[in-house]
């Protein structure tokens, strides 16, 4: 495929300083999720932590997009605006981060659990964090993009969740959307074959029930055309000789859901 910008080892730890940061920003904001909490106070936090640790948020001013965070609650899939609506107990939510910083772009997100939230809903979550996991497993010299694809919608699909397909993951580097698309569904062994170098963010968007989505009218977000849950979850990897290697972390989240005795799915 034309147009794909491969990575030095040199660029790559760039993306992975990067990466750090966004991780870190996840890891600020992740004990403060609960009930009563506006998405615009995280957003804030969010936006001051990444610019003190002399970091850009990358998504501010992306295309006209208002804000640090994409925050999108319950059947939001992604893309949503942070407001100053008090997250309620039951909800869930996607926050997708992104920094520049020493000219390279970090990308991730996570769903997470606002108070006591329904079993069904946590496997959606647990079930699209692993489908993440699947994917990234397929991410290795030799295979073809679409071997990625496959494995994040067959476990999706083994219980019987809809995949979205009008949004897709991406390269990422000194651009934040780079070629190639990675996309959530498709057959096994088409597309690129997979070289290193290669620096991807994988994140699949799985909904509970049907994939069709919606477009919201303030431009941005999108929602599940029968308002059931959506899960959204993402790491930019990179194609390496030794493997897939995670370059963004779920550690510092995870790591402060701990402290505050909160389930990790």
């Not at 993306?15 to 004990?31: C, D, F, Q, W, Y």
């Not at 030799?142 to 699909?157: E, P, T, V």
């Not at 498709?186 to 994140?203: D, F, H, P, T």
Request: glycine residues 10%; charged residues 25%; contains cysteine.
């Amino acid at each position: 495929m034309s147009g794909i910008i491969y990575k030095t080892l040199e660029e790559i730890e760039l993306i992975r300083a990067s990466n750090l940061l966004v991780a870190k920003t996840h890891g600020v904001i992740a004990g403060l999720i609960k009930p009563g909490v506006t998405t615009l106070e995280l957003d804030k936090l969010a936006e001051e932590f990444i610019r003190d640790n002399s970091g850009v948020p990358a998504f501010k001013g992306y295309q006209g997009f208002p804000n640090t965070l994409c925050m999108s609650p319950n059947e939001e899939v992604v893309h949503g605006i942070p407001n100053e609506s008090a997250l309620e107990d039951g909800d869930i939510i996607s926050v997708d981060c992104g920094v520049l910083m020493n000219g390279f772009f970090g990308d991730s997100a996570y769903t997470y659990c606002v108070g006591e939230v329904a079993e069904e809903t946590k496997k959606l979550l647990r079930v699209t964090k692993e489908s993440l996991y699947k994917g990234i497993e397929q991410a290795k010299i030799g295979n073809r993009l679409s071997d990625i694809s496959f494995a994040i919608q067959q476990k999706a699909h083994d219980y019987n969740y809809g995949v979205v397909r009008e949004l897709v993951g991406h390269g990422i580097g000194r651009s934040l959307h780079e070629e190639p698309q990675v996309a959530n569904y498709g057959s096994r062994g088409r597309g690129v074959k997979l070289r290193e170098g290669l620096v991807i963010a994988i994140e699949p968007m799985i909904n509970m029930g049907t994939r069709k989505i919606s477009f919201l009218d303030d431009g941005w977000s999108v929602v599940t055309q029968d308002a059931k849950p959506s899960a959204h979850f993402e790491h930019t990897i990179a194609i390496m000789k030794s493997g897939p290697e995670v370059l963004s972390s779920f550690a510092f989240i995870e790591e402060e859901l701990k402290k505050n005795n909160v389930e990790i799915v």
